[in-house]
């Protein structure tokens, strides 16, 4: 492939990337009939995973846990069944919901509402996505031959579309599972780019051009462990939570652990000044990008068992793009300044010895 073509096809990417980041924004303003439940089909049964706050379900009582074996009389078993019947339906009117809670089976009301956004905390993950997209962008732009602006723009479409899509009340309709879906990849994908870029800065492996195979073992994983989740649309199989969300973030532990392992070694390997400031501003932005992320968003989030403060721990990551752009691009300027300034040093002193020459 020329580089014309790859550079176009990265582009063609990240366009795609845009489309499906504006079709989750859009569809959150679109009406339609909606209760607040998130659903999936649990041992032969439609059982609710997560309620959105101040939904229509949240005001009626329901509970995550609570299994639905009906709505507005017809019986419904998968999150597709759920999607036609209130499709069906009109935006205010009042339904009755079949559901048992452990032993017990009862009808209760609910008035469903519009489809909108209930937070404006998914105002801020779209723009601080948008802020990702665009650094990466503008990087890949800047030097779009260098491979590790390519993999850095890569990385950056992918958490784009993690925050946007992966991070919004989700329903039952195909639009919820399409843009899901893309945030969900997004998701497997990114701790395989974050790997594969600390393979090759700030210098590439010897060993990965040596075995370029490698590669593909990095990002196969990824797509394996995601298949299952995309099939769950097509073919209707029991899952639990635990098995739905362990695998990305396993994989991401993992591949997060080898790439800092990389990065260490790159670290302690680099005999030039200039390459340690490089990796030193890398080290500062993921230190303030992700210890926030993981106090406020990872521990915070289990003992409290909601995404209360999620945000704080979103917004410092900012800093993770912005300091790797800052390294790729500034630091790469200043060396060639340096080059710059060696080549005019290495002209003058030859002037200079050829004028004393021709002089004596």
């Given at each position: 492939?020329?580089?014309?073509?790859?550079?176009?096809?990265?582009?063609?990417?990240g366009?795609?990337?845009?489309?499906?980041?504006?079709?989750?924004?859009?569809?959150?303003?679109?009406?339609?009939?909606?209760?607040?439940?998130?659903?999936?089909?649990?041992?032969?049964?439609?059982?609710?995973?997560?309620?959105?706050p101040?939904?229509?379900?949240?005001?009626a009582?329901?509970?995550p846990?609570?299994?639905?074996?009906?709505?507005?009389?017809?019986?419904?078993?998968?999150?597709?069944?759920?999607?036609?019947?209130?499709?069906?339906?009109?935006?205010?009117?009042?339904?009755?919901?079949?559901?048992?809670?452990d032993?017990?089976?009862f009808?209760?009301?609910l008035?469903?509402?519009?489809?909108?956004?209930?937070?404006?905390?998914?105002?801020y993950?779209?723009?601080?996505?948008?802020?990702?997209?665009?650094?990466?962008?503008?990087?890949?732009?800047?030097?779009?031959?260098d491979?590790?602006?390519?993999?850095?723009f890569?990385m950056?479409?992918?958490?784009?579309?993690?925050?946007?899509c992966?991070?919004?009340?989700?329903s039952?309709?195909?639009?919820?599972?399409?843009?899901?879906?893309?945030?969900?990849?997004?998701?497997?994908?990114?701790p395989?780019?974050?790997l594969?870029f600390?393979?090759i800065?700030p210098?590439?492996?010897?060993?990965?051009?040596?075995?370029p195979?490698?590669?593909?073992l990095?990002?196969?994983?990824?797509?394996?462990?995601?298949?299952?989740?995309f099939?769950?649309?097509?073919?209707?199989f029991s899952?639990?939570?635990?098995?739905?969300?362990?695998?990305?973030?396993?994989?991401?532990?993992?591949?997060?652990?080898?790439?800092?392992?990389?990065?260490?070694?790159?670290?302690?390997?680099?005999?030039?000044?200039?390459?340690?400031r490089?990796?030193?501003?890398?080290?500062?932005?993921?230190?303030?990008?992700?210890?926030?992320?993981?106090i406020?968003?990872?521990?915070?989030?289990?003992?409290?068992?909601?995404?209360?403060?999620?945000?704080?721990?979103?917004?410092?990551?900012?800093?993770?793009?912005?300091?790797?752009?800052?390294?790729?691009?500034?630091?790469?300027?200043?060396?060639?300044?340096?080059?710059?300034?060696?080549?005019?040093v290495?002209?003058?002193?030859?002037?200079?010895?050829?004028?004393?020459?021709?002089?004596?």
């Amino acid at each position: 492939m020329t580089f014309q073509k790859r550079k176009y096809s990265i582009l063609a990417i990240g366009l795609f990337a845009l489309a499906i980041a504006g079709l989750s924004i859009a569809d959150m303003f679109f009406q339609k009939p909606y209760d607040g439940i998130a659903s999936s089909y649990t041992k032969g049964n439609l059982a609710i995973t997560e309620i959105t706050p101040k939904s229509p379900a949240a005001q009626a009582g329901l509970k995550p846990g609570d299994l639905i074996l009906g709505i507005a009389h017809q019986i419904v078993k998968f999150p597709s069944d759920a999607g036609r019947v209130l499709m069906k339906q009109k935006i205010g009117k009042t339904i009755s919901y079949l559901i048992q809670r452990d032993k017990r089976i009862f009808t209760i009301a609910l008035k469903l509402g519009k489809y909108r956004l209930v937070s404006a905390s998914y105002y801020y993950y779209a723009i601080i996505g948008l802020i990702f997209f665009l650094v990466g962008l503008f990087v890949f732009l800047f030097k779009p031959e260098d491979p590790a602006a390519t993999l850095f723009f890569l990385m950056n479409t992918s958490f784009f579309l993690f925050l946007v899509c992966s991070l919004r009340p989700y329903s039952y309709y195909w639009v919820d599972w399409f843009v899901h879906s893309a945030g969900t990849f997004s998701l497997f994908l990114l701790p395989a780019f974050f790997l594969h870029f600390f393979l090759i800065f700030p210098e590439p492996k010897p060993w990965i051009s040596k075995n370029p195979k490698i590669l593909y073992l990095i990002y196969s994983l990824p797509a394996l462990l995601f298949l299952p989740n995309f099939l769950s649309y097509f073919i209707k199989f029991s899952s639990q939570p635990f098995l739905k969300y362990w695998p990305s973030w396993g994989l991401l532990v993992l591949y997060f652990t080898l790439g800092i392992f990389s990065f260490i070694h790159a670290f302690l390997q680099a005999k030039d000044h200039h390459i340690r400031r490089k990796l030193r501003v890398i080290l500062w932005g993921i230190i303030l990008g992700l210890v926030p992320f993981i106090i406020f968003g990872v521990i915070l989030g289990s003992l409290l068992q909601n995404s209360q403060y999620l945000l704080v721990g979103v917004i410092p990551m900012v800093f993770v793009p912005l300091s790797f752009a800052y390294a790729i691009i500034r630091f790469q300027l200043m060396d060639i300044d340096i080059w710059i300034n060696k080549s005019v040093v290495y002209t003058l002193t030859t002037f200079i010895i050829s004028l004393f020459y021709v002089i004596l």
